[in-house]
C-alpha cells in the first residue's frame, strides 16, 4: 500500500527559506514521476513542481526561480527546497504521483504559514 509522509513545514516570515520532505512507501520508488502539490483555503488543490524519473523538473510559473524539486533514490524521499517565500505561498503542502492517481491517497499534508 503506497503512502506519503511529508515534513518539514513551519512558520516563516516573507524572504525565509524552508525545505520539505516527502518519505514514500510501498513502491518501487525509481520508476514514478513525484509531484509537490499545494492547497490553501477555499482554493483547489495545485501541482506546484514536478520530477521525473530521469530528473526532469516542472515547476508552476508562481514559484519558478524560488523553489527546487529533487529526489533521493536510495532514501525513497523527494524534497521541495523552498527560497524568498511569499504569503501568498501560505498553503498544506502534499507529495503524491504526476500525474494524480485517484487511486492514491493523499497524506496528511504539512502545513507551510509566511507571514509578511
Known amino acids: 500500500q503506497v503512502q506519503f509522509v511529508e515534513s518539514g513545514g513551519g512558520s516563516v516570515q516573507a524572504g525565509g527559506s524552508l525545505r520539505l520532505s516527502c518519505a514514500a512507501s510501498g513502491i518501487t520508488f525509481t520508476i514514478y514521476t513525484f509531484g509537490w502539490y499545494r492547497q490553501s483555503p477555499g482554493k483547489q488543490r495545485e501541482l506546484v513542481a514536478s520530477?521525473?524519473?530521469?530528473?526532469?523538473?516542472t515547476y508552476a510559473d508562481s514559484v519558478k526561480g524560488r523553489f527546487t524539486i529533487s529526489r533521493d533514490n536510495a532514501k525513497n524521499t523527494v524534497y521541495l527546497q523552498m527560497n524568498s517565500l511569499l504569503p501568498e505561498d501560505t498553503a498544506v503542502y502534499y507529495c503524491?504521483?504526476?500525474?494524480?492517481?485517484?487511486?492514491?491517497?493523499w497524506g496528511q499534508g504539512t502545513q507551510v504559514t509566511v507571514s509578511s
Open positions: 503524491n504521483f504526476m500525474p494524480y492517481d485517484s487511486r492514491t491517497d
Open positions: 520530477i521525473s524519473r530521469p530528473g526532469t523538473t
